[in-house]
T-cell receptor, first 110, second 117 residues
Framework: AQSVSQHNHHVILSEAASLELGCNYS??????LFWYVQYPGQHLQLLLK??????LVKGIKGFEAEFIKSKFSFNLRKPSVQWSDTAEYFC????????FGTGTRLQVFP | KAGVTQTPRYLIKTRGQQVTLSCSPI?????VSWYQQTPGQGLQFLFE???????NKGNFPGRFSGRQFSNSRSEMNVSTLELGDSALYLC????????????????FGEGSRLTVL
């Protein structure tokens, strides 16, 4: 059965710090990979996605993620975070259904 | 265009009661998925409907059920409510059905927050 693990449950950073959120999944077949974000008081929305091709994908607001097939990983990165990036981030591999990790709560302080 | 609409937004029930939640997908979207969101558990997949048929189901007891109508609107029902059913229930719609590669993103509603006392 497919599963997903997000290693960081709560991350606290200062503005301009670099961010990397870990995501590992387990599934032997073809998988599409997503990161979703939930800003305070808002609904979930897509941050970025990987289907095929270049394993380094770019999303909205300067976020990017790298798919490393050999490590079953899809880590999310941003070189310099802003206060407005405070949100909860969910990694979501998709096989026959979309499953979500438990989420990482990111707090960015000015 | 209008987003995914879920009703009611908030509701309070007592143990043993049943509840029905409604979801109207984005116009033209034929797939509707339901998720349960709780602190610490994240989002857990409940089920997915496409063309009025349940295509996929998560690991929830039979008390959780759903259906989809011909206009793609969907409802989910929870019978014999338990305290642990307190959660935010999210509905998401998409154009295509899950097993199709490059299925695209899910568009989420704001959720129905259920409190069971």
């Amino acid at each position: 059965a497919q599963s997903v693990s997000q290693h960081n449950h709560h991350v606290i950073l200062s503005e301009a710090a670099s961010l990397e959120l870990g995501c590992n999944y387990s599934y032997g077949g073809t998988v599409n990979l997503f990161w979703y974000v939930q800003y305070p008081g808002q609904h979930l929305q897509l941050l970025l996605k990987y289907f095929s091709g270049d394993p380094l994908v770019k999303g909205i607001k300067g976020f990017e993620a790298e798919f490393i097939k050999s490590k079953f990983s899809f880590n999310l990165r941003k070189p310099s975070v802003q206060w407005s990036d405070t949100a909860e981030y969910f990694c979501a591999p998709h096989t026959d259904k979309l499953i979500f990790g438990t989420g990482t709560r990111l707090q960015v302080f000015p | 265009k209008a987003g995914v609409t879920q009703t009611p937004r908030y509701l309070i029930k007592t143990r043993g009661q049943q509840v029905t939640l409604s979801c109207s997908p984005i116009s033209g979207h034929r797939s509707v998925s339901w998720y349960q969101q709780t602190p610490g558990q994240g989002l857990q997949f409940l089920f997915e409907y496409f063309s009025e048929t349940q295509r996929n189901k998560g690991n929830f007891p039979g008390r959780f059920s759903g259906r989809q109508f011909s206009n793609s609107r969907s409802e989910m029902n929870v019978s014999t409510l338990e305290l642990g059913d307190s959660a935010l229930y999210l509905c998401a719609s998409s154009l295509l059905y899950s097993p199709v590669r490059d299925t695209g993103e899910l568009f989420f509603g704001e959720g129905s927050r259920l409190t069971v006392l």
